[in-house]
């Protein structure tokens, strides 16, 4: 029910995506607390730090979201006028070939290739070419997100909160939010059609090393 909902507003990669972003930002702060001398880890205080560094990144993330949507459609708005003044049809199929290229897609009869091409240059003949604005849709999405990338910090500093061995409540977040990553991977292949458990460990994999370069660099 939950990713029904996410899904009429963001696509699955997006949404698993801000997932797997949020977590990194997360275990990449519980990773590098770690290296601290355990005199200096005051639980309390990296669980806010967690808490914040997620919730500003949400933040963030929406805004660039909100800008990229307005900007593509901004940018379909402007193709559709430079379409509808070129009067040269062999040349407005050009520019929608070039535009709406298929590669990397399924492969399609050349034919059917034309047709698609043909049937978009009539629908966009036809678009109302007003200048974009945000949409309902875009806000929620927004939203969304912000929700996705700040809840990816509550496996980490649950344990910071309810647990009296910070080293304890340390390695367990650190353990936690890794079985996240592989579950987040598992996800993925569901939607890719990809092997589940061969694409969690890569993502699970990835998403470690990530954290430990971001660690290493002192991110």
């Known amino acids: 029910m939950l990713s029904r909902f996410i899904g009429r507003y963001l696509d699955p990669s997006e949404s698993l995506l801000e997932i797997l972003f949020g977590l990194i930002m997360a275990l990449t702060l519980t990773v590098g607390a770690r290296l601290l001398p355990p005199g200096e880890i005051r639980p309390l205080e990296l669980a806010a730090a967690l808490a914040g560094c997620n919730v500003a990144w949400g933040i963030i993330d929406a805004v660039f979201y909100l800008l990229g949507s307005l900007f593509n459609r901004n940018r379909r708005v402007q193709f559709a006028r430079r379409?509808?003044?070129?009067?040269?049809?062999?040349?407005?199929?050009?520019?929608?070939?070039?535009?709406?290229?298929?590669?990397?897609?399924?492969?399609?009869?050349a034919e059917d290739t034309a047709a698609f091409h043909k049937s978009l240059l009539e629908m966009l003949r036809h678009a109302d070419t007003a200048r974009a604005r945000f949409t309902a849709n875009d806000w929620a999405a927004a939203r969304i997100i912000?929700?996705?990338?700040?809840?990816?910090?509550?496996?980490?500093?649950?344990?910071?909160?309810?647990?009296d061995d910070t080293g304890l409540a340390?390695?367990?977040a650190n353990a936690i939010q890794v079985v996240l990553l592989f579950g987040v991977g598992y996800r993925w292949a569901h939607y890719s059609g990809a092997n589940p458990w061969r694409t969690a460990t890569v993502v699970?994999?990835?998403?470690?090393?990530?954290?430990?370069i971001a660690v290493a660099l002192g991110g």
């Open 83 to 109: 379409l509808q003044a070129t009067t040269d049809k062999a040349r407005a199929i050009a520019l929608i070939r070039e535009e709406f290229a298929l590669e990397g897609e399924p492969p399609m009869r």
């Open 170 to 172: 340390l390695r367990v």
């Open 146 to 163: 912000l929700v996705l990338v700040s809840a990816t910090a509550v496996p980490g500093l649950m344990p910071l909160l309810v647990m």
């Open 204 to 212: 699970c994999l990835m998403g470690v090393v990530l954290v430990l």
